[in-house]
């Protein structure tokens, strides 16, 4: 007698976790400040749970922690002494009650991002063998040449797999004999998104990394990923991120709010 009952396909479970600190060089308590009668913490949290039920916020610090709380939301207290997002991320993970596949990991800076980006990284898990994967923006000839050569803005080159190959403050690809007013209309530029999802397992194998030298190079954490033979699949948005670094940027955000 045939089997034909066929194996059915267990969907990933995802979690989002926002890492969240208190102290900044640049803009301390930055997460607790006032954004249209909402601190920015809230506004990331509900954007996120939008696109997923399972969202934390890890964080070391008690006022934040009891911020989250009281508007509702699930905290996880972690240590004071992480260096960069991911490893919070994978502490906070580790002390869930459940298990998850995927981790997405979204900065406590980012008060408008969307669910859709958040789901288009979800979608980059279709493939069995994704990794890790982030987003990625188009740059336009309205973005202009000041935007694709400011540093802040970090730019990605992918592969014909839709894999990042390189991630680097400077232009890349630099287009040789033409003036770089028409650099933008000659090539498909793409500025990266700091949004990130891992593998739960390979979460884990991330935090164990030492620097690597390209990272300290660029200060891009994600060079290092790629220089210990990690890929990231690169998903696509056309919705342009609004972080904030320092109190200049609030103010600006502020305006677009109203």
């Known amino acids: 007698m045939t089997n034909n009952l066929q194996e059915t396909e267990i969907p990933l479970r995802f979690v989002c976790i926002i890492p969240a600190r208190y102290s900044s060089t640049r803009f301390p308590g930055k997460p607790l400040v006032d954004i249209g009668g909402k601190t920015m913490i809230q506004r990331v949290y509900e954007q996120a749970s939008k696109a997923l039920p399972d969202v934390y916020v890890a964080t070391d610090d008690q006022r934040i922690f009891d911020t989250v709380i009281s508007f509702g939301g699930k905290a996880i207290m972690t240590s004071d002494q992480h260096k960069s997002g991911t490893d919070r991320c994978y502490e ?3 002390k869930l009650e459940e298990w998850f596949d995927v981790v997405i990991n979204v900065q406590g800076d980012e008060p408008f991002i969307q669910p859709e980006q958040i789901i288009t990284l ?5 493939k069995p063998d994704a990794q890790i994967a982030t987003l990625a923006k188009k740059i336009t000839e309205k973005d202009g040449f000041d935007f694709l050569n ?4 970090p730019k990605l080159v992918i592969n014909s797999r839709n894999e990042a190959m390189y991630f680097s403050r400077s232009i890349i690809p630099f287009i040789r004999g033409s003036e770089t007013k028409n650099w933008i209309s000659r090539h498909p530029y793409l500025k990266h998104v700091g949004i990130y999802a891992y593998r739960a397992d390979v979460l884990c194998e991330l935090t164990q990394l030492d620097q690597s030298t390209l990272e300290i190079a660029e200060s891009l954490e994600q060079l290092r990923w790629i220089e210990n033979g990690y890929s990231i699949q690169v998903g696509f948005t056309d919705v342009e991120t ?17």
Do not use: R, S, W, Y
Not at 150 to 153: G, H, I, L, T, V
Not at 242 to 257: A, F, M, Y
């Open 122 to 126: 979800q979608e980059c898990f279709n």
């Open 92 to 94: 906070a993970f580790t």
């Open 242 to 258: 609004v972080g904030i670094d320092t109190p200049e940027d609030l103010e600006k955000v502020k305006g677009l709010l109203e």
């Open 150 to 153: 400011n540093p802040n803005n």
